[in-house]
Nanobody
Framework: EVQLVESGGGLVQAGGSLRLSCVAS????????IGWFRQAPGTEREAVSC????????YYLDSVKGRFTISYDIAKKTVYLQMNSLKHEDTAVYFC????????????????????WGKGTLVTVSS
């Protein structure tokens, strides 16, 4: 059974940093794309960052490039999202998700192929 459990959200002032964690189980990092998504009130969910260990590719939403970094620890089966220089508009519920990575198209998998989702962790950035 695939499980994804997020943690690390909280309240932070604009300009500050947070690191989100997602503990994954039930699948291999070599066979799945894994990513972070967010949804703010009244908006659609958007992909923040995704990666594939299979072909060493990653994706970042334009608005977070240079500020957010996705990484993982295979031994701990944990995916991280380091968020620096946070802005008020980064406020959202952040979700970890995973999907089978078979066609080696990271953007396609990230946008349309995530089958498994965590419950989310709330990030609030005060201005």
């Amino acid at each position: 059974e695939v499980q994804l459990v997020e943690s690390g959200g909280g309240l932070v002032q604009a300009g500050g940093s947070l690191r989100l964690s997602c503990v994954a189980s039930g699948f291999s990092f070599d066979d799945y794309a894994i990513g972070w998504f967010r949804q703010a009130p009244g908006t659609e969910r958007e992909a923040v960052s995704c990666f594939s260990r299979a072909d060493r590719t990653n994706y970042y939403l334009d608005s977070v490039k240079g500020r957010f970094t996705i990484s993982y620890d295979i031994a701990k089966k944990t995916v991280y999202l380091q968020m620096n220089s946070l802005k008020h508009e980064d406020t959202a519920v952040y979700f970890c998700a995973a999907g089978p990575y078979s066609d080696y198209d990271l953007y396609e998998t990230c946008e349309y192929g995530m089958n498994y989702w965590g419950k989310g962790t709330l990030v609030t950035v005060s201005s």
